[in-house]
């Protein structure tokens, strides 16, 4: 599972990016959102981004998330290389 989220500033790539997101997500909350999505399919997601998303103005990351932390266990959440993708 991936948390994608996102704060874009103009409304016009604003609208774009939630639609290339909502398209992959099965929950989450406006701009963050939770996908079932494997690594291959994130990198391809990020390639998208990158075409519609303003890397002066904007913020987007995408957050591979392990299973324990969204089973709700009480563990330190620790972030390897590579995990945000953009």
Same mark, same amino acid.
């Given at each position: ?5 996102? &704060?874009?500033? &103009? ?15 099965? #929950? #989450?909350? /406006? ?5 079932? %999505?494997?690594? +291959?399919?994130? %990198?391809?997601?990020? /390639? /998208?981004?990158? /075409? ?5 103005? &904007? ?7 392990? +299973? ?13 290389? #590579? &995990?945000?993708?953009?």
């Amino acid at each position: 599972m991936y948390l994608i989220a996102y &704060d874009i500033a &103009d409304d016009k790539r604003r609208k774009k990016v939630q639609n290339l997101v909502y398209s992959y997500a099965f #929950g #989450g909350q /406006k701009s963050a959102l939770e996908c079932l %999505i494997d690594k +291959k399919e994130a %990198i391809e997601i990020a /390639k /998208k981004l990158s /075409k519609i998303i303003d890397l002066e103005k &904007d913020r987007c990351h995408i957050i591979k998330v392990e +299973k324990f932390i969204y089973l709700r266990s009480a563990k330190e959440i620790t972030f390897k290389n #590579g &995990d945000i993708i953009l």
